[in-house]
């Protein structure tokens, strides 16, 4: 099965993790998040938006 471009959200870490919570650590880290710029592709599903909505104001999120 082939991907499209739109099945995916760009999500780049803005915020530091210093001072978070170790949920919301541990979080950023499942999502391939660990520095300040980092930038991954997750797929659109349930547990990636659940994920965004815990560490949303470390994020930011655009639709690729």
Known sequence: ???K?????TI?????LIGAKKDQ????NS???RKIGDTVCQPV?????GKVAK???LIEVTEA
């Open 45 to 49: 599903n349930a547990a990636t938006q």
């Open 1 to 3: 099965m082939a991907k």
């Open 5 to 9: 471009a739109n099945d995916c959200l």
């Open 31 to 33: 999502l391939g998040l």
């Open 55 to 57: 560490i949303i104001h």
């Open 12 to 16: 780049k870490l803005t915020k530091s």
């Open 25 to 28: 650590i541990a979080t950023a």
